[in-house]
């Protein structure tokens, strides 16, 4: 396995690398997003906007127990694609072991706390007294997936650290698949309604993580979850917080707007709460692809950081920022002008129909530049810099974009202009990160190189 990671990582053409890695990473986050699209489509084919409301809803509560898969996730990567490629794969098995158990007792904890509390933390995120009962419900189903929801997004990023891109898809595609195929099954088979989008979801993640443990277990891995290996000391801990944090403060600050932006657009209606949840859905179209291709070139650049190979770590960042831009151009334009369909597929009422067309456009103006932003922010988490990567994870999605928001709040009062900080926000922040990368690299890379 280490050959492969070395072939791969080191000796493999540039875009050969690149593409190798990064198609496995977009068709996982692609499953991811299909299976998101699927659970709202069929709540929509029940023709009641409060089910799609309390849906959505629930979103910033799943994004939460996702970032701390995130932080293990993209901590745990960033670690040990460096150690890797320092040659220390030991310490590569101690990361793993630690990701997993460490991940693995907070999903448990969260669990608990998430199914007694159910209620009140819906009404927290901004549920309705219409949507209350079904946002609970939903939360309080889905909670029983959290601590496989936690090793199965951690270890989707992990295991590509070891060259083994095509194990992690595998994994994302056996976990989305049985919540796709089961969403119309329990939720208009069944007639479950919300409890049947649980259900599939809570199944979806246990498999997902099943099929990890089952890969990490076997001798085909390079890593191992093993108890014999886990180790807190040695910079393990240290290293995967360092880069682990940010990334999941991302997630969190992303979950904590997503409420904020839901409890203010209340106030112009359901309809609006329910139109805004799907635009962010169609949106997700071009983020999720595009978070792909980001995550699928961390490991390759963490492995040249750690190698101190700075040749090879600038021909893979100028070939991922073309092809991020190709992206982006070509997604921005086909959501943009396929809005309506897209949209119509999971509204049926009037004025939500109304609200997310315009909501959906708005957001897909930062198209152009998202690819280009997320390349940026996985090159300096492959570097293990702290502090740049905390400043980014905590400017998107909070210091720019939360002032953004209640700036427009105050100064429009208007549902469609609070859509429009998103946009703003993303142009802001790929500037702040093209800034910070190159601050990155100047003061850090030149430690490590050949």
Not at 5 to 31: G, L
Request: aromatic share 12%; hydrophobic share 55%; with cysteine.
């Amino acid at each position: 396995m280490k050959d492969k990671t070395t072939e791969i990582f080191r000796d493999a053409p540039v875009p050969k690398a690149v593409i190798s890695n990064v198609i496995p990473s977009i068709v996982s986050m692609m499953m991811v997003l299909i299976y998101n699209l699927a659970d709202t489509f069929f709540i929509g084919q029940t023709k009641d906007a409060y089910m799609v409301a309390a849906v959505s809803v629930a979103t910033p509560a799943f994004l939460l127990f996702m970032a701390v898969g995130m932080l293990f996730g993209i901590g745990g990567t960033s670690l040990i694609s460096r150690t890797l490629g320092e040659g220390k794969a030991d310490k590569a098995k101690n990361a793993s072991s630690f990701c997993f158990w460490t991940g693995l007792v907070i999903g448990v904890l969260a669990m608990i706390v998430i199914f007694l509390f159910a209620s009140p933390v819906s009404m927290a995120i901004g549920a309705s007294t219409e949507t209350v009962g079904y946002a609970s419900q939903y939360l309080r189903i889905v909670s029983t997936a959290i601590p496989f929801l936690i090793i199965s997004n951690s270890f989707s990023n992990i295991i590509r650290a070891e060259g083994n891109a095509q194990v992690a898809m595998m994994g994302m595609i056996v976990g989305n698949l049985i919540n796709i195929v089961l969403d119309p099954v329990m939720i208009l088979g069944f007639g479950w309604d919300v409890a049947g989008a649980a259900i599939a979801t809570v199944l979806g993640n246990v498999f997902a993580a099943g099929f990890y443990i089952w890969h990490l277990l076997s001798k085909k891995a390079m890593l191992s979850i093993h108890p014999k290996y886990y180790l807190a000391g040695d910079g393990i801990a240290a290293g995967v917080f360092a880069i682990g944090i940010p990334a999941s403060l991302n997630s969190i600050l992303m979950s904590l707007s997503n409420i904020i932006v839901n409890n203010i657009m209340s106030n112009y209606g359901d309809m609006a709460v329910a139109g805004l949840g799907v635009a962010m859905k169609v949106n997700m179209i071009v983020v999720m692809l595009l978070i792909g291709l980001g995550t699928g070139i961390q490991p390759i650049l963490g492995y040249c950081f750690g190698a101190g190979n700075k040749e090879r770590y600038l021909a893979v960042m100028k070939f991922s920022l073309i092809l991020a831009f190709i992206i982006s151009a070509v997604m921005t334009v086909i959501c943009y002008c396929g809005a309506d369909p897209l949209v119509h597929a999971f509204l049926e009422d009037a004025d939500a129909f109304t609200y997310g067309m315009s909501f959906a456009r708005i957001y897909i103006y930062s198209g152009p530049v998202i690819g280009i932003m997320f390349v940026f922010i996985n090159a300096i988490q492959s570097t293990g810099a702290a502090l740049p990567a905390l400043i980014l994870s905590i400017s998107r999605q909070g210091l720019i974009y939360l002032p953004v928001l209640f700036l427009f709040r105050r100064i429009f009062d208007s549902a469609t202009m609070l859509a429009a900080a998103q946009p703003i926000t993303d142009y802001l922040t790929t500037a702040l990160s093209v800034v910070l990368f190159i601050f990155t690299y100047q003061k850090y890379f030149p430690k490590k190189a050949a």
